[in-house]
C-alpha cells in the first residue's frame, strides 16, 4: 500500500499579509496588526509533525507543479484568469476577489502551483502509483468559484484537479465529500448541474458563506440530486459528524459508485479552532478516513485522493492531519494526540436530538441518486 503526500516550501510563502481580511489594521479603531487568519503556520506545522513522527518515511512523495492555463479554464473564466494575473503583476500583489483573499506580487504561480499540486496527486491515485493520496497544499480552493475568488481561496483545486483527469484518464463519476467547516459553495457551483460528480459538504450551518450551504441546495436540471448539503448546527461533535456520515455520506456514495472520490479536507471543525464552534478531534477525523477507505476500496479500488482546505489553529491542526495521514497510510501505531483527552473529553459531543433533525431533512433525498 502507497500513500502519495505532496508538499511544497512555496505553499508556506502565499502571502496573505497582516490585514486579517474583514477588519484592515488601524490603530485609530483599535484594530492591531496581526496575521491573516489563513497564514502558513498550520500548513506548516502539519508538514513538520508529518516529517518529525517519522511517518514521512511510509509515504511517496508527490511533486507539485503549476496548472496550466488550460487546465484553470476547464473550471474558471478567461475574466477570472486575468484578474488574478492582474493583481498578481502589481507591485503590491492583489485579492482573489471579494477582499478576504489577498496574495502577494506573482501570487499567481503560487496558486497555480496548488492547483497543479491536487492534479497531480490525483493523477498519481488514477494512474495507480499510490493508492490514496493527501495534497497539503494553499492557498485553499473550494469557496473559489468559476467567476470568483472568495473565502481565501484564488482557483478552485479540487475542481480543477476532477476535470483533468476526467480529460486526461477518462474517470467519470466523481464524488466529492467537503469536510471543511465551511460549505463548499465554490465546487458546488462547478457542478451544479452535472449529475456525474456527487457534492456531498457536511458544514457548520450559515457561517461562510455566510448565506449558503442550506439542504434546499441540491443542485440543478440534470445535476438535480448530485448535491447535498447538511449544516450542523454549532457545537456537533463526534456523534453528529459519525451520523451524517453513515446516514447521509456512505448511503449517498453507495448509491453513486464513483471511480474516484475527492476530500476538500479543512481542519476547521476541531475542537480548538477560532473561526467555527464545532467540536471534533483528531480520532474523529481518523474514523471518517478510515470509513472513506472502506468505501473506495468497496467503489473504486481504493481511489482516494484529499486536497487540504482550512483550519486555523497552528497548535491542534497538525495532529488531526497527521491522524488522516496515518490512517491513508495504513499506520497501525500512530503517534498520541495529547489533546484528544481534553478537547474530546467535554460533554455534549454525542450526537443531539437537533442533529438529528438535520440530518433526518436529508436522507429523503438519496432517494433522487442513481
Ligand atoms: N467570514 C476556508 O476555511 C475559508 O473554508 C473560510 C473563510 C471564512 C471567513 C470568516 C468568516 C464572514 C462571515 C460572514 C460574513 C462575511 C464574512 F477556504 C478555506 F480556507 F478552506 O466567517
Ligand atoms: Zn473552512
Redesign the pocket.
Known sequence: MATGYLYHELFGWHDTGTNA??FPADHRMGIQPFQH??NAETKRRMHELVVVSGVIDRLTRLEPRKATDEEILAVHTPEHLARIQAGSDQPKGGDSGDG?SPFGPGGIEIGRLAAGGMIEATTAVVEGRVDNAYALIRP????AEPDLGR???MFANLAIAAQAVRRTHGVERIAVLDW???HGNGTQKVFWNDPHTLTISLHQDR??P?DSGLVDERGEGAGFGYALNVPLPPGTGRGGYLSAFDRVVAPAIERFRPDLILVAS?F?ANAADP?SRQGLTSSTYRDLTQRLLDLAATHCDGRLAMSH????NPVYVPFCGLAVIEALAGVTEPLTDPYEPIFGGMAGLELQPHQTSVIDQVVPFLDDIH
Open positions: 481580511g474583514l487568519f489563513e478576504l485553499p480552493g473550494h469557496h473565502g481565501f481561496c471543511d467547516v465551511h457561517v461562510f455566510p479543512g476547521d473561526l482546505e482550512g483550519g486555523y
